[in-house]
């Protein structure tokens, strides 16, 4: 089975860079049509995509993240790390990594999530 673990600060400072490491076992980064994705639940509020990384390497952001996000990966490591520079506090946020099967914005296997908080 495909797990998915998030790992990072829990606490970041405003202007700073957040960065978080998805490590994924049980299954392959690059394997066809897998899509490793980063949504974000912030409190008393639904789920936000943030991002996405395909099997191929491709990458998609928000447009309202996208001039301050970045979603890399490791295939050596089998790990997907996200970076979300300028944070405020409207960063605040459970985040999650994910993966989808096909692209879509439907999700097989959930990391337990990471709670971040930004605070001065």
């Known amino acids: 089975q495909v797990q998915l673990q998030e790992s990072g600060p829990g606490l970041v400072k405003p202007s700073q860079t957040l960065s978080l490491t998805c490590t994924v076992s049980?299954?392959?980064?690059?394997?066809?049509?897998?899509?490793w994705t980063w949504i974000r639940q912030p409190p008393g509020k639904g789920l936000e995509w943030i991002g996405a990384?395909?099997?191929?390497?491709?990458?998609a952001v928000s447009p309202s993240l996208k001039s301050r996000t970045s979603i890399s990966r490791d295939t050596s490591k089998n790990q997907i790390t996200l970076q979300l520079s300028s944070v405020t506090p409207e960063d605040t946020a459970v985040y999650y990594c994910?993966?989808?099967?096909?692209?879509?914005?439907?999700?097989?296997?959930w990391g337990q999530g990471t709670q971040v908080t930004v605070s001065s």
């Open positions: 994910v993966r989808s099967a096909s692209g879509a914005r439907e999700y097989d296997y």
């Open positions: 049980g299954g392959s980064i690059t394997t066809k049509s897998s899509y």
């Open positions: 990384i395909a099997y191929s390497g491709s990458t």
